[in-house]
C-alpha cells in the first residue's frame, strides 16, 4: 500500500485503497484504530469496517 494516496488518481480510488488497506488489516488493529478514533484520517471508513466486522457489539 506504498501508494495509498497518489495525488495523481481519484479522491474515490483512494478511497476504494483504504477500504482494501482496512480489509487487510487483523481484527486487533481495527480494535486498536477504532478506539483512537478521533486521530485518524479516515473515521468513517475505519467505522463501517468496525461495524461490518463487529456488528453493533460495543467495545
Known amino acids: ?3 495509498l494516496f497518489d495525488p495523481g488518481i481519484s479522491y474515490l480510488s483512494c ?5 482494501q488497506y ?9 480494535q486498536t484504530f477504532y478506539e483512537n478514533l478521533e486521530y485518524t484520517p479516515f473515521p468513517i471508513l475505519l467505522m463501517k469496517e ?3 466486522r463487529f456488528g453493533s457489539r460495543q467495545i
Not at 478511497?15 to 477500504?19: A, D, G, T, V
Not at 482496512?22 to 488493529?29: A, E, R, T
Open 50 to 52: 468496525h461495524k461490518k
Open 22 to 30: 482496512l480489509k487487510s488489516l487483523p481484527n486487533s488493529q481495527i
Open 1 to 3: 500500500m506504498e501508494k
Open 15 to 19: 478511497e476504494k485503497n483504504i477500504k
